[in-house]
């Protein structure tokens, strides 16, 4: 049990993660195609969005939460690094979360200001994330090296996003708005495509222990498959947006799903680089785990709660499936 | 300036607490009332109580946004300010804080997706069950954090090794000797914040002649759940108050200002407690009172701050916020029974009534606020009463980092209270049926609502 509980609770906390930017991936990169959008089209991109942003949200407070109940002894030391960071995030994801009610509730005078305070949270909540997530990878360092790494992933993070918001405006849009969506698709798909390169090339070079994990022999054998089907994922999103027509019979979804696929990817090969540290260099989960009696305690709440939360949101997003043409914030 | 960080890290984690705090006072009681007008009207079918629903449910969201992204500050910032907290208490605060994340906040999350825009989309039943299950939700969320708060004022249920809390049972852990008075009496403050709000709007929305009979309808509500709650309100605080006497003499010495321990200790009405003589200046008292009101007898003993020195809460903040706190409930009970008296079998009130309800429609913030300030300003010296000290477990950021970030907060809520006020007054200036949409989704009367795209929230 002392060896296995930190190992369930890390990939309980690695999939929450990986859900979180799945989810609020989508309704963020929506927030920051608003700009792109007239009024109208404003408003049911947010009504897309309406019922599921919250829900979504909590993940990261799910992600954190874990953080906090399985490695106590980490919590702390990774919160108090990115204090800046996180506080940057929670002041744009504070301004975005307002922001759907009140650019509606506020009076008509101020809504142009609560749309533009939607895009500024959602896009400085989004890079605070990649900020934080760099940091974290290069083990909470702060020489120029992963500093310009933070940097890299505090842009590439933002692209992701966007292109996971313009599969969601894929599959919940239809008509002028959709085919914008295309074109907003066409044009974060690549800053996305490049971002990602350069973050696989980058990691191995900032840290030695990631690099010595990856490039030793069988390991890189056994792990070509996810450079391979990351690739793989890419080419298809490239090879859907080059066809028009099949977006419009209804096949948006793939842009989804292959980006999603891209960050299922990524998060295994980010855990499997970081494993079994919770701090890279510093600390690995054994170290870092609290008492065995509270893990335990929580595992019974995970284990009734997850199934439940799980069937629950699926059953949220089969009631709002389809067109978001009919829903709104007012 | 040479400001201690820790004092810094204090301020800085009491305003995000204190702006938190307002929106889930208003949340968790404000969506039993939402479920209450949602059944009368599915009982009912009277439109007024539809109103009262589509009305108030929009108020429900923004303010349950507000709390959501407010408390989303509150999980990181346990670690950003504390993180000494989560070293030596994680053991408890991890998994409360967490069953409070499966249990609570997806389920709350998640239905009310349903709740707001789910009408033309699920059953009516399906649609009553989300709307009970939010506010179930609110409520089960306030259970884990209340519970936790007041194990970190009442310990009981762990041990330590080499300085961390272990958990012996987690019954008495969650159970803890302060926990079911502190629960109802959060509950229902936060009931009788809603119950003002909704009063104080409707009152407002009276005598400005917004809206019709629907006004009068929803407003009897709130102002009858109100003359109830507020006198069981006093008795509950009375019951917590003898609770903290058992457990946390120093804060309830520091409630009522008494310096030396007594027998027929006097009630202080108002004072200048002073620290620097460790005494009162300028005392109005009651004799032998203290001693009546906490332990229930003329010559009870009261322990005074001087067998705690060192280590009891600053005085004056605690003592004032207690007053602030009676006093207010005390309005409250006034207030209401008054503005009961005047709504009694369908009458409609005064001006003067209806301008004394609107004059509270924020009352419940000001008295929840001063109370939590007794509660863990009490508390100080400790995090955790007799175990952890706050000193031991702060973060070392600079002065300047946590003063630039508090400064960047401070302007954010401030300009966040303003936009929510300015919201609820600009909903409240429109009636209610332009605020109701039919399900082809246009406002379905003339209002000039931007409503474009209609559906519902």
């Known amino acids: 049990m002392e060896y296995w509980l930190p190992i369930i609770y890390m990939a309980a906390m690695g999939l929450s993660l990986l859900i979180y930017v799945i989810l609020d991936g989508y309704d963020l990169g929506v927030g920051m195609l608003m700009p792109l959008a007239n009024d109208a089209e404003k408003d049911i991109m947010v009504a897309s969005i309406g019922p599921f942003w919250d829900a979504n949200e909590t993940w990261i407070v799910l992600g954190v939460g874990i953080l906090l109940i399985a490695f106590p002894m980490a919590h702390g030391i990774v919160l108090t690094e990115l204090y800046l960071p996180v506080t940057i995030m929670l002041m744009g994801l504070i301004l975005r979360g307002v922001a759907f009610d009140l650019r509606v509730k506020a009076g008509d005078h101020r809504k142009a200001l609560w749309n533009r305070a939607f895009f500024l949270g959602s896009l400085v909540a989004s890079m605070a994330q990649g900020w934080m997530l760099g940091a974290y990878v290069t083990g909470l360092q702060s020489n120029t090296t992963s500093l310009l790494f933070s940097a890299l992933i505090a842009l590439t993070l933002p692209a992701l996003y966007l292109t996971l918001g313009c599969g969601w405006l894929l599959m919940k849009t239809e008509g002028e708005l959709l085919t914008k969506a295309i074109g907003w698709a066409r044009k974060s798909v690549w800053p996305m495509g490049l971002g990602l390169l350069l973050v696989s090339i980058a990691t191995p070079l900032v840290s030695d222990a990631i690099a010595e994990k990856w490039f030793s022999w069988p390991n890189f054998l056994i792990l070509a498959p996810i450079p391979v089907l990351s690739l793989a994922a890419f080419a298809a999103i490239v090879a859907l947006l080059n066809s028009d027509n099949s977006i419009y019979r ?21 855990g499997y680089s970081l494993f079994p540290n919770i701090i890279i260099g510093q600390m690995t989960i054994w170290d870092a785990a609290a008492s065995l009696s509270s893990l335990k305690f929580t595992l019974v709440g995970v284990a009734i709660t997850l199934p439940i939360i799980i069937g629950y949101t699926i059953f949220v997003y089969r009631i709002f499936h389809g067109k978001a043409t009919h829903l709104s914030y007012d | 300036m040479d400001i201690d960080p820790l004092v810094l890290a204090r301020i800085q984690f009491a305003t995000n607490i204190s702006f938190h705090i307002l929106f889930p006072a208003i949340s968790i009681g404000l969506g039993w009332l939402l479920l209450f007008f949602r059944v009368r009207y599915t009982q009912t079918g009277d439109k007024a109580w539809e109103y009262a629903y589509y009305f108030w449910v929009k108020i429900f969201a923004l303010t349950f946004a507000m709390g959501v992204v407010s408390g989303i500050t509150m999980s990181f910032q346990f670690g950003t300010n504390w993180p000494g907290f989560m070293e030596k208490a994680g053991n408890v605060a991890g998994p409360l804080l967490g069953y409070e994340v499966l249990s609570a906040f997806f389920l709350e999350a998640s239905f009310l997706g349903i709740m707001l825009f789910g009408k033309d989309r699920v059953s009516n039943r399906m649609h009553l069950i989300s709307t009970f299950l939010v506010a179930f939700g609110t409520t089960l969320s306030a259970f884990w954090i209340l519970s936790l708060n007041s194990w970190m004022q009442t310990p009981t249920g762990y041990y330590l090794e080499d300085g961390v809390v272990m958990v012996e049972s987690w019954w008495e852990v969650i159970f803890n000797p302060s926990f079911p008075y502190r629960f109802f009496h959060m509950v229902i403050a936060s009931v009788l914040t ?41 008795f509950i605080g009375d019951l917590h108050g003898l609770n903290t006497l058992e457990h946390q003499p120093a804060k309830v010495a520091a409630m009522e200002a008494i310096w030396e321990t007594e027998e027929g200790a006097p009630f202080t009405v108002v004072a200048l407690p002073d620290e620097e003589s460790r005494s009162n200046k300028f005392a109005l008292e009651i004799p032998y009172a203290a001693s009546l009101v906490l332990t229930h007898e003329l010559k009870g003993e009261v322990k005074g701050l001087n067998e705690f020195v060192g280590e009891h809460p600053p005085v004056a903040i605690v003592f004032w916020s207690f007053r602030v706190m009676l006093a207010i409930g005390g309005l409250m009970v006034l207030v209401a029974w008054w503005a009961a008296w005047a709504l009694r079998s369908g009458r409609q009130a005064s001006k003067p009534v209806l301008a004394a309800l609107s004059a509270m429609t924020f009352s419940g913030w000001v008295a929840v606020l001063a109370g939590w300030y007794v509660t863990e300003i009490g508390r100080q010296p400790w995090i955790v009463d007799g175990v952890l000290k706050v000193q031991d477990v702060v973060a070392d950021h600079s002065a300047a980092t946590v003063s630039g970030t508090l400064f960047g907060y401070i302007l954010l809520y401030l300009f966040l209270l303003a936009s929510y006020i300015g919201a609820l007054r600009n909903l409240s200036a429109k009636p209610a049926a332009s605020l109701i949409l039919n399900p082809a989704g246009t406002a379905s009367a003339n209002t000039g609502d931007n409503t474009a795209k209609g559906g519902e929230s």
Do not use: E
């Open chain 1, 250 to 270: 209804g096949h948006g979804w793939k842009l989804y799903a292959s980006t999603v696929a891209i960050c299922v990817f990524a998060s295994l090969g980010l």
């Open chain 2, 194 to 234: 809603s119950a003002f709000l909704v009063a104080g709007v409707s009152a407002w929305r009276a005598l400005k002649n917004v809206d019709g009979p629907a006004t009068w309808k929803i407003m009897r509500t709130g102002v009858m759940v109100a003359a109830v709650l507020a006198p069981l309100q006093i």
